[in-house]
Structures are given as structure tokens and as C-alpha cells.
């Protein structure tokens, strides 16, 4: 554990007798237990933030503050105006929670930020690796005195997070001049609704379908609160730009049956818009645009009114909003609200335009890998110019809205780091010597992306052959289960990693996530986890096994896949996994004699068809008779329309050739 405050330490050593020697020291992490401590590059002084918000604390008398990572609607992609442990510990990391006391400081986050944290934190902070409730609340109990209090801000705290006893909240982003450079007048929404030439469902028609769910739920709510940006997004049929690489914007609404009121940025609402939401009437499909700020008074003022019940996801409701309506029996509770699980099944044209999305996108990933192919050898690239070159071929497709998350990546031992994205300080030269691991994805106006591949330009070693192969008979095995409707991908989750296993291999990370028609690139309730819905028809997710070697390699293998009928001998109400992302993988990183005689005869992946084509979605493609081999890819061809990309070709999928 890195040591704290290294000034009195060595005074102390001093005073002591103690003879210690200065070393040198030198890596990309930190280690805080050299004399003086070293810090690479990219770590970031904290001295300074810590110091405003102890003293905000004693003010307050507050023995200890929390510092959730995230915003007042719980999400994942946070706006740097909400960057809160980013700016209180340097750790730019998706999921970490930052504690203070006056004595210490400590973040906690999984393993695929580990690394990570040790780049980025200077040697004032604590890395904790146990990253449930309790090991938090335990280590409360240890620092905060008898009696002490425990500060957070409410609205920043699920309600399975909200377990503290509560003081004046602080906000850390407001202590000091330099706290954050974001401010409000600095974020915009361009909240217009999306011109619907993709989505058949109109806002009014959503909105009903939601009220005669409520009419048919036996606990009788007169009242669902939206507090997640997607949900009033997808109601809607409207997008902003207050996230990065998320096209949502700062909102609350309060459903009933017979009105509708929507809490955004006044200020930012166009004309077009207020006409688009019936602002100007009062009736069951007029929508009544209040200020942000007065969600909390509003949900007040009906929850005072007699004979109400109030309906929230208990997931993405925060405890400020959640606190306030009482008593219990005007409260009703599930995990997600009924718009996250009706936005979760697409219907049939938000299916085929989703496909849609994938196909251009595999233009642009298969542009990426053709262009390193040649261009690595010359060693003239690097982790960011091949992570520009990905976003610039994704901006080329029709309907782009940019990436959908930022690009990951990296080569070598960076890719070891699973969440690893390129800066000026770690970038690394692309070489012939070294896996590299391109994460990445693309906003369209029809779909969300999100693809995964490892590749390697030289000669991989058998270690990196086996593991590559292992991950991908996890994502082959997964991907052609047969289950039966309403299995939940937590009781499947294992067969991606049953290969790993067998060898005592494994990854830190999920398994899959859901992706929609142009939202986060993490939808939830969808995927692998243990708070995932069941799989129904309709619904889309990645499958993306891995393992990273420290220091040395890392390997993941992202598809995403829409969950599909299928008929079988006896049973009729099964399901499975259709893949519809269209990247090829390393063909020199297969370890064929690894695979089963199953998984070769049934793998959708696998096809000895060196010479036929693969031609659907002739919307877009005309069959041409040929197949091209670039490099140690294998590739299908076929012309891509130029409507689209006038001077492209799709290099479409053939991975393994069997002799």
C-alpha cells in the first residue's frame, strides 16, 4: 500500500537515526515506497484539491467525504463538469469512488483500471482493489472516528449506494478557482428531436404504450419518474450532445396518465422543438417543459397530492429524488424502469437499421486494418495516429456522428491494460513485434457500435496463439448457445470463459453489454451481468471474452450479436445468438488444432469457401465473383454500393482456411 505524507516520513527517518538513501527509479507507475517517491509523467498532483475540500470538511465538521464517479443521473459517460474524481484524484477511469478523510485518501475501482490508477495518481492516494460496498464501508469504519460523519451528496448515490449516514453534502467541483473548467454555460445541447426517418414509433405512440403498462401493473402507479438521460432520449425520439460520445442531454420527466412534464435547460429549447412536444397545451400528449432545477420541487408538490403513486427504476434513480417520496405506499420500485426495458427489444425495423449500422461500420474497421497492414512495417505509425485514422474512415460513412466511446488503442503491454486509450505521454510506435488491440466504435443516426480485434504483423508466440484461440472459442461458444426464452446472461456468462479456464486463464471484465439505435454504447439492461434482464427476442449485446498478460500483451475479441428465434427438435420457445458484426479476425493467431471438430463444423465463423461469397444485404452490395487475401487475412469481397463509398469494396469474413 503507497505510503502518505513522505515529507514527515523522512523527517521522522531523520529524527530517527534512519540513513535512508534517495534512489532512482524509473517506470510508467508510481511507487510511492522510494525515497522520494516516483511519479511517472502522467500522474496528477492532487496536493492542492485535497487540501480546499479538508478544509470545506472541517468546516462542516465532517470526518469523511464521498466522491461517487459519476453525475445526478447515475450515468456511466460523464460530461467534465461532472468529473469529480477525475479532478479530486487524476484517475480518468469510467468507475472509481474516491474517499477522504483528513488523514487519507483512497479510490476504489476494478481491475481493469488498476494499472491505470497507478499511472495517474500521484502518491497522496490510496488504490483499494475490493470494489464492493462492504470493503468500502469497512474501511470507513477503520478511519472515521466514534461519532464522525460521513458527507456525500445525495443525488450523486444510488440507493443501494445510499447507506451512509448523511451530513451536508459538499460538492468537491466547486472548491477553489481552478476546480473545473467546464462550467454550465459551457455545455450545449442541441436537443432538436432526431428527424425520424429511421424510427416508426412516434413519441406520442411511446408514451402511450408506457401508460398502458402502468395501467396494467397490479401495484397501480399514477406517475413514472425518468431520471436516466436515455430514457427521456428514447421517449422522445430526441438526442443532445451534453456527454461525450453520447448523444443525450441533461433531463428528468414525470409520467402520468394524463400529463407529461419534462425538466431540461429552458434556455436551449428552439422553437421547432416546443412545437414537436405539443408545449403549448395541457392535454394527456402535451408535454409541460419546466426548468431542470425544479424537478425536485415539482416531484415534492405531487407527491403531497393524495392517492399517488410514484413508479421508479431503483437503478437510476438517485437518492436525493428517491427521499422525498414518501411514505412507502406512494412508492413503487424495479430495478428498471419500463422504458429501459421496452427501449431494451428493438422492433423490426430498429433491428434491420441497427444491422444497417454495423455493415458501414465494418467499411471503416476494415479500412483500419488493411491501412496497418501496409503501413506498420514501415514503422511509421503509432497507437494514436492508427486510433485518428479509425475515427477519420468512421466519419466517411453515411449518417456518422462520430465514435461512440474513445478508441482503445493499444500495442504490447498498453493492451494489457483493458481500458487503455493512447495519450501523448504513453503512446506507443506500431510494430511488427507486438499484438495490438483496437477497441472502438461509431455513432450513426441508426445504430450504436461497438468491435473488438486483436491482431499481430509478425510472429506471435504460442502463448499469445493459445490465448488468442482460447478467447475465441469462448466467444464461438458463446455465441451458438440454444437457450430457452427468459435465461439470463449471467447463467451463461461462463461458457466465454470455459476455455480460459481449462487452462487457468481468465479476464477481469464483463462478458457483453447491450447497444442501441444511436444511445450510449453501453445500454443497459441488457448483457452478461448479474442485474441484467432476461434475453428476449429483439435484443442486442456484445460478446467480448479476453486476457491480458501484464506488461507483455492483451487480447480481446468483441462481437456484437442480436438475440434471435430458433427452432429446435422438441422445443419451441428457444433462443440464440446471430452475430451481426462483420470484421474479420487474425487468421495467424489461430491455433486450429485447439478447436473442436463441433465448433469448426458449426462456427459461423469458420467455412472452407475460399471461392464463394457471402451475399446478403444486397441492399447494399453487388456480388462479385472473386475473393482477395490481404496479408494474413482472409477476406470475402463484395462491391459496396457507391452510394454509399464510392471507391470501397467490403471485405467481408472468411477467418479460417481449411486445407
Given at each position: 500500500?503507497?505510503?502518505?505524507?513522505?515529507?514527515?516520513?523522512?523527517?521522522?527517518?531523520?529524527?530517527?537515526?534512519?540513513?535512508?538513501?534517495?534512489?532512482?527509479?524509473?517506470?510508467?507507475?508510481?511507487?510511492?515506497?522510494?525515497?522520494?517517491?516516483?511519479?511517472?509523467?502522467?500522474?496528477?498532483?492532487?496536493?492542492?484539491?485535497?487540501?480546499?475540500?479538508?478544509?470545506?470538511?472541517?468546516?462542516?465538521?465532517?470526518?469523511?467525504?464521498?466522491?461517487?464517479?459519476?453525475?445526478?443521473?447515475?450515468?456511466?459517460?460523464?460530461?467534465?463538469?461532472?468529473?469529480?474524481?477525475?479532478?479530486?484524484?487524476?484517475?480518468?477511469?469510467?468507475?472509481?469512488?474516491?474517499?477522504?478523510?483528513?488523514?487519507?485518501?483512497?479510490?476504489?475501482?476494478?481491475?481493469?483500471?488498476?494499472?491505470?490508477?497507478?499511472?495517474?495518481?500521484?502518491?497522496?492516494?490510496?488504490?483499494?482493489?475490493?470494489?464492493?460496498?462492504?470493503?468500502?464501508?469497512?474501511?470507513?469504519?477503520?478511519?472515521?472516528?466514534?461519532?464522525?460523519?460521513?458527507?456525500?451528496?445525495?443525488?450523486?448515490?444510488?440507493?443501494?449506494?445510499?447507506?451512509?449516514?448523511?451530513?451536508?453534502?459538499?460538492?468537491?467541483?466547486?472548491?477553489?478557482?481552478?476546480?473545473?473548467?467546464?462550467?454550465?454555460?459551457?455545455?450545449?445541447?442541441?436537443?432538436?428531436?432526431?428527424?425520424?426517418?429511421?424510427?416508426?414509433?412516434?413519441?406520442?405512440?411511446?408514451?402511450?404504450h408506457i401508460r398502458n403498462q402502468m395501467r396494467d401493473n397490479p401495484y397501480e402507479p399514477t406517475a413514472l419518474l425518468l431520471s436516466a438521460l436515455d430514457e427521456t432520449a428514447w421517449l422522445f425520439n430526441m438526442r443532445g450532445n451534453d456527454i461525450p460520445y453520447n448523444p443525450f442531454f441533461y433531463s428528468y420527466t414525470l409520467l402520468t396518465m394524463d400529463e407529461?412534464?419534462?425538466?431540461?435547460?429552458?434556455?436551449?429549447?428552439?422553437?421547432?422543438?416546443?412545437?414537436?412536444?405539443?408545449?403549448?397545451?395541457?392535454?394527456?400528449?402535451?408535454?409541460?417543459?419546466?426548468?431542470?432545477?425544479?424537478?425536485?420541487?415539482?416531484?415534492?408538490?405531487?407527491?403531497?397530492?393524495?392517492?399517488?403513486?410514484?413508479?421508479?427504476?431503483?437503478?437510476?434513480?438517485?437518492?436525493?429524488?428517491?427521499?422525498?417520496?414518501?411514505?412507502?405506499?406512494?412508492?413503487?420500485?424495479?430495478?428498471?424502469?419500463?422504458?429501459?426495458?421496452?427501449?431494451?427489444?428493438?422492433?423490426?425495423?430498429?433491428?434491420?437499421?441497427?444491422?444497417?449500422?454495423?455493415?458501414?461500420?465494418?467499411?471503416?474497421?476494415?479500412?483500419?486494418?488493411?491501412?496497418?497492414?501496409?503501413?506498420?512495417?514501415?514503422?511509421?505509425?503509432?497507437?494514436?495516429?492508427?486510433?485518428?485514422?479509425?475515427?477519420?474512415?468512421?466519419?466517411?460513412?453515411?449518417?456518422?456522428?462520430?465514435?461512440?466511446?474513445?478508441?482503445?488503442?493499444?500495442?504490447?503491454?498498453?493492451?494489457?491494460?483493458?481500458?487503455?486509450?493512447?495519450?501523448?505521454?504513453?503512446?506507443?510506435?506500431?510494430?511488427?513485434?507486438?499484438?495490438?488491440?483496437?477497441?472502438?466504435?461509431?455513432?450513426?443516426?441508426?445504430?450504436?457500435?461497438?468491435?473488438?480485434?486483436?491482431?499481430?504483423?509478425?510472429?506471435?508466440?504460442?502463448?499469445?496463439?493459445?490465448?488468442?484461440?482460447?478467447?475465441?472459442?469462448?466467444?464461438?461458444?458463446?455465441?451458438?448457445?440454444?437457450?430457452?426464452?427468459?435465461?439470463?446472461?449471467?447463467?451463461?456468462?461462463?461458457?466465454?470463459?470455459?476455455?480460459?479456464?481449462?487452462?487457468?486463464?481468465?479476464?477481469?471484465?464483463?462478458?457483453?453489454?447491450?447497444?442501441?439505435?444511436?444511445?450510449?454504447?453501453?445500454?443497459?439492461?441488457?448483457?452478461?451481468?448479474?442485474?441484467?434482464?432476461?434475453?428476449?427476442?429483439?435484443?442486442?449485446?456484445?460478446?467480448?471474452?479476453?486476457?491480458?498478460?501484464?506488461?507483455?500483451?492483451?487480447?480481446?475479441?468483441?462481437?456484437?450479436?442480436?438475440?434471435?428465434?430458433?427452432?429446435?427438435?422438441?422445443?419451441?420457445?428457444?433462443?440464440?445468438?446471430?452475430?451481426?458484426?462483420?470484421?474479420?479476425?487474425?487468421?495467424?493467431?489461430?491455433?486450429?488444432?485447439?478447436?473442436?471438430?463441433?465448433?469448426?463444423?458449426?462456427?459461423?465463423?469458420?467455412?472452407?469457401?475460399?471461392?464463394?461469397?457471402?451475399?446478403?444485404?444486397?441492399?447494399?452490395?453487388?456480388?462479385?465473383?472473386?475473393?482477395?487475401?490481404?496479408?494474413?487475412?482472409?477476406?470475402?469481397?463484395?462491391?459496396?454500393?457507391?452510394?454509399?463509398?464510392?471507391?470501397?469494396?467490403?471485405?467481408?469474413?472468411?477467418?479460417?482456411?481449411?486445407?
Amino acid at each position: 500500500m503507497p505510503s502518505y505524507g513522505w515529507l514527515l516520513a523522512l523527517t521522522l527517518a531523520a529524527l530517527a537515526g534512519n540513513n535512508a538513501v534517495a534512489v532512482t527509479y524509473e517506470g510508467t507507475e508510481r511507487n510511492c515506497s522510494v525515497i522520494p517517491p516516483y511519479l511517472p509523467s502522467t500522474a496528477v498532483s492532487t496536493t492542492l484539491q485535497l487540501q480546499e475540500l479538508r478544509y470545506q470538511m472541517r468546516l462542516m465538521s465532517i470526518s469523511a467525504y464521498i466522491i461517487p464517479g459519476t453525475d445526478a443521473h447515475l450515468s456511466e459517460y460523464l460530461a467534465p463538469r461532472d468529473a469529480r474524481v477525475a479532478f479530486m484524484t487524476g484517475f480518468t477511469g469510467s468507475a472509481g469512488t474516491a474517499v477522504v478523510t483528513q488523514s487519507k485518501a483512497a479510490l476504489w475501482t476494478d481491475s481493469r483500471y488498476w494499472v491505470q490508477a497507478e499511472r495517474q495518481m500521484d502518491c497522496n492516494w490510496e488504490l483499494e482493489k475490493d470494489v464492493s460496498v462492504s470493503s468500502l464501508a469497512e474501511w470507513l469504519i477503520s478511519e472515521v472516528p466514534s461519532g464522525g460523519e460521513i458527507g456525500f451528496d445525495p443525488f450523486l448515490f444510488s440507493l443501494s449506494e445510499s447507506q451512509f449516514s448523511l451530513d451536508l453534502p459538499i460538492d468537491p467541483s466547486s472548491i477553489g478557482e481552478d476546480a473545473q473548467s467546464s462550467g454550465e454555460n459551457e455545455v450545449f445541447v442541441d436537443a432538436n428531436k432526431i428527424m425520424c426517418l429511421f424510427a416508426e414509433r412516434s413519441w406520442q405512440t411511446k408514451v402511450e404504450h408506457i401508460r398502458n403498462q402502468m395501467r396494467d401493473n397490479p401495484y397501480e402507479p399514477t406517475a413514472l419518474l425518468l431520471s436516466a438521460l436515455d430514457e427521456t432520449a428514447w421517449l422522445f425520439n430526441m438526442r443532445g450532445n451534453d456527454i461525450p460520445y453520447n448523444p443525450f442531454f441533461y433531463s428528468y420527466t414525470l409520467l402520468t396518465m394524463d400529463e407529461i412534464w419534462v425538466f431540461l435547460h429552458m434556455n436551449r429549447l428552439t422553437d421547432e422543438l416546443k412545437a414537436y412536444l405539443n408545449s403549448s397545451c395541457t392535454g394527456p400528449l402535451c408535454v409541460q417543459l419546466k426548468n431542470y432545477e425544479d424537478v425536485l420541487g415539482h416531484l415534492k408538490t405531487y407527491v403531497a397530492q393524495p392517492g399517488v403513486k410514484v413508479w421508479i427504476g431503483t437503478e437510476y434513480t438517485n437518492y436525493a429524488l428517491y427521499e422525498i417520496i414518501t411514505p412507502q405506499d406512494k412508492l413503487m420500485t424495479s430495478s428498471y424502469s419500463p422504458v429501459l426495458t421496452t427501449k431494451a427489444v428493438k422492433d423490426d425495423k430498429e433491428q434491420q437499421i441497427l444491422r444497417d449500422a454495423h455493415v458501414r461500420d465494418a467499411v471503416a474497421v476494415i479500412q483500419l486494418l488493411m491501412w496497418l497492414e501496409q503501413a506498420v512495417p514501415k514503422g511509421t505509425e503509432t497507437e494514436l495516429s492508427a486510433a485518428e485514422y479509425v475515427n477519420k474512415c468512421r466519419s466517411q460513412q453515411k449518417d456518422s456522428r462520430g465514435p461512440s466511446f474513445e478508441t482503445i488503442s493499444a500495442s504490447g503491454p498498453n493492451a494489457a491494460l483493458a481500458h487503455y486509450s493512447p495519450t501523448e505521454e504513453t503512446n506507443r510506435k506500431l510494430t511488427v513485434d507486438e499484438m495490438y488491440l483496437v477497441d472502438s466504435g461509431g455513432q450513426y443516426l441508426d445504430g450504436t457500435t461497438d468491435i473488438t480485434r486483436t491482431v499481430h504483423w509478425g510472429t506471435p508466440t504460442a502463448m499469445q496463439k493459445e490465448a488468442f484461440t482460447r478467447v475465441l472459442m469462448g466467444n464461438i461458444e458463446l455465441s451458438r448457445t440454444i437457450f430457452p426464452s427468459g435465461t439470463r446472461g449471467v447463467n451463461m456468462e461462463m461458457l466465454g470463459r470455459r476455455a480460459l479456464w481449462q487452462v487457468g486463464l481468465n479476464y477481469g471484465h464483463g462478458t457483453g453489454h447491450g447497444v442501441g439505435n444511436y444511445f450510449g454504447v453501453h445500454e443497459w439492461p441488457v448483457g452478461f451481468q448479474s442485474n441484467n434482464v432476461p434475453f428476449r427476442p429483439g435484443m442486442f449485446t456484445s460478446i467480448e471474452p479476453g486476457y491480458y498478460k501484464d506488461n507483455d500483451f492483451g487480447i480481446r475479441i468483441e462481437d456484437i450479436v442480436v438475440i434471435v428465434p430458433v427452432n429446435t427438435k422438441y422445443g419451441h420457445n428457444y433462443l440464440t445468438f446471430e452475430t451481426v458484426s462483420l470484421v474479420p479476425y487474425d487468421r495467424k493467431l489461430i491455433d486450429t488444432s485447439l478447436l473442436s471438430s463441433e465448433q469448426v463444423r458449426n462456427s459461423i465463423w469458420m467455412h472452407n469457401c475460399e471461392n464463394l461469397l457471402y451475399c446478403e444485404h444486397g441492399e447494399y452490395y453487388q456480388c462479385a465473383r472473386c475473393t482477395k487475401t490481404f496479408g494474413h487475412f482472409f477476406f470475402k469481397v463484395r462491391n459496396y454500393d457507391t452510394t454509399f463509398i464510392n471507391h470501397l469494396i467490403l471485405l467481408f469474413l472468411i477467418i479460417i482456411k481449411f486445407d
